[in-house]
């Protein structure tokens, strides 16, 4: 196991969070020569991995990162995101949609547009996005995420496209609930960070493309079983 992972250097969004946390754990378990940790927070720290604090949704800065990286980095995860649980027209819905947006989406087209170049000259690299189940059917609970988020599944497929014909590989991770203080009100079971870090370090070595972890598998059957029934059962959850 491991083997596409050991001796890669990995540049993760996020990692300051509870799944980043995680996935950190699970990267360096599995033998990655370096992470470089892009962003506001970061993991505890360690020798293998390098602090940049970098706004992700500042094209500029994140150019600048790349420009320092991008000729070593071989694996991008984009793990940041921001969930404001707002329905549609509740009071500030539109500045926290725009922020959802911001991060959720512009985030990972910022990644890709500074990172990608150097991989497609190498014919080889990988990205990695953690978007949610929740990127096909909308939960109105959370209107503005679930858009942002459907948004950047939308991005993903077409990065596929666009990278695939240079060797550049592009992998949705699409988990339900994980067990995140973004979640803390959701009642319900739900996904262990380390699980999900696990499922996706898996997903690396497998060459997956869409990654349905733990619960996920089975909802995401179900909505393609039923697409309309999927959105009504959504929607009844504003009752």
């Given at each position: 196991m491991a083997e596409r992972l050991k001796d890669a250097v990995v540049l993760l969004s996020g990692a300051g969070g509870g799944i980043g946390r995680a996935l950190t754990k699970a990267l360096l378990?599995?033998?990655?020569a370096e992470i470089i940790s892009a962003g506001r927070d970061h993991p505890r720290a360690h020798e293998r991995v390098r602090e940049e604090?970098?706004?992700i949704t500042h094209l500029p800065s994140v150019r600048a990162l790349a420009e320092r990286y991008a000729d070593r980095v071989?694996?991008?995860?984009?793990?940041?995101?921001?969930?404001?649980?707002?329905r549609l027209f509740t009071?500030?819905?539109?500045?926290?949609a725009r922020r959802e947006v911001e991060v959720n989406y512009f985030g990972l087209l910022n990644l890709a547009s500074a990172f990608a170049p150097a991989m497609q000259a190498r014919g080889r690299g990988l990205f990695v996005h953690l978007l949610t189940f929740l990127s096909h059917?909308?939960?109105?609970?959370?209107?503005g995420y679930?858009?942002?988020k459907a948004a950047a599944h939308s991005l993903t497929q077409a990065l596929r496209a666009e990278l695939g014909r240079s060797g550049v590989q592009v992998c949705g991770v699409y988990p339900a609930v994980?067990?995140?203080?973004?979640?803390?009100?959701?009642?319900?079971?739900?996904?262990?960070p380390a699980e999900l870090a696990q499922a996706l370090v898996q997903a690396i070595e497998s060459g997956a493309e869409d990654v349905y972890p733990g619960p996920a598998a089975d909802a995401y059957r179900m909505y393609a079983a039923d697409p309309k029934?999927?959105?009504?059962?959504?929607?009844?959850?504003?009752?």
């Open positions: 378990a599995a033998g990655v604090t970098v706004d071989t694996v991008v995860i984009a793990c940041a995101g921001v969930n404001a649980n707002q009071p500030g819905f539109e500045a926290a059917v909308n939960l109105p609970l959370m209107a679930c858009a942002s994980v067990d995140t203080a973004m979640s803390r009100d959701i009642p319900g079971p739900k996904l262990a029934a999927a959105e009504r059962g959504m929607a009844a959850r504003l009752a």
